[in-house]
T-cell receptor, first 114, second 113 residues
Framework: DTEVTQTPKHLVMGMTNKKSLKCEQH?????MYWYKQKAKKPPELMFV???????INESVPSRFSPECPNSSLLNLHLHALQPEDSALYLC?????????????FGPGTRLTVT | GENVEQHPSTLSVQEGDSAVIKCTYS??????FPWYKQELGKGPQLIID?????GEKKDQRIAVTLNKTAKHFSLHITETQPEDSAVYFC????????????FGTGTRLTIIP
């Protein structure tokens, strides 16, 4: 089973709201990722967690705050977003970090900031 | 850092014909090359990958070839079917450490019935 689940599927939020995206995997993977994907573009890496510790932050604005409560769960907390943050947010996981391991993506959360 | 170029950006083929998508990379340290298929409204799905110790890998109608000397790799889909219509992304990554996947810009493949 290579399933990564994400909730919610769709989210509409105002610029003053606080919301969270959730990602879950039960494959025993120890690396988890957040990506942002704009229309007609490839996924763009935001954060990498390895063994529940943040290992890569791709200079993402602080209005995005990741959290890894345990090895199966990954959250992305959103606050004071801008309309340009509207995008598909993808979670992925792999057995470890680095190119030795395949990354499996979830279906994404379609975020609209109004 | 790594740079991956992908061509063509759009490709239309008749059902039953073959489709080929090509990628070139810049970093000679890259050793892992996955291909993802993304259907409308879905996340990318890993369809095949290749590591630098092999030159070709095949899985039913899908094959990937790698030329490390020329730094390019290609996706070949034979006997195309309507369900092959999607956006395809190539990617490259070193085989160690925390290095990230670098994606190509994507190819929109349309299969004409």
């Amino acid at each position: 089973d290579t399933e990564v689940t994400q909730t919610p599927k769709h989210l509409v939020m105002g610029m003053t709201n606080k919301k969270s995206l959730k990602c879950e995997q039960h494959m025993g993977h120890r690396a988890m990722y957040w990506y942002k994907q704009k229309a007609k573009k490839p996924p763009e890496l935001m954060f990498v967690y390895s063994y529940e510790k943040l290992s890569i932050n791709e200079s993402v604005p602080s209005r995005f705050s990741p959290e890894c409560p345990n090895s199966s769960l990954l959250n992305l907390h959103l606050h004071a977003l801008q309309p340009e943050d509207s995008a598909l947010y993808l979670c992925a996981s792999s057995r470890g970090t680095g190119g030795m391991y395949e990354q499996y993506f979830g279906p994404g959360t379609r975020l609209t900031v109004t | 850092g790594e740079n991956v170029e992908q061509h063509p950006s759009t490709l239309s083929v008749q059902e039953g014909d073959s489709a080929v998508i090509k990628c070139t990379y810049s970093d000679s340290a890259s050793n892992y090359f996955p291909w993802y298929k993304q259907e409308l409204g879905k996340g990318p799905q890993l369809i095949i990958d290749i590591r630098s110790n092999v030159g070709e890998k095949k899985d039913q109608r899908i094959a990937v070839t790698l030329n490390k000397t020329a730094k390019h790799f290609s996706l070949h889909i034979t006997e195309t079917q309507p369900e092959d219509s999607a956006v395809y992304f190539c990617a490259a990554s070193p085989n160690f450490g925390n290095e990230k996947l670098t994606f190509g810009t994507g190819t929109r493949l349309t299969i004409i019935p």
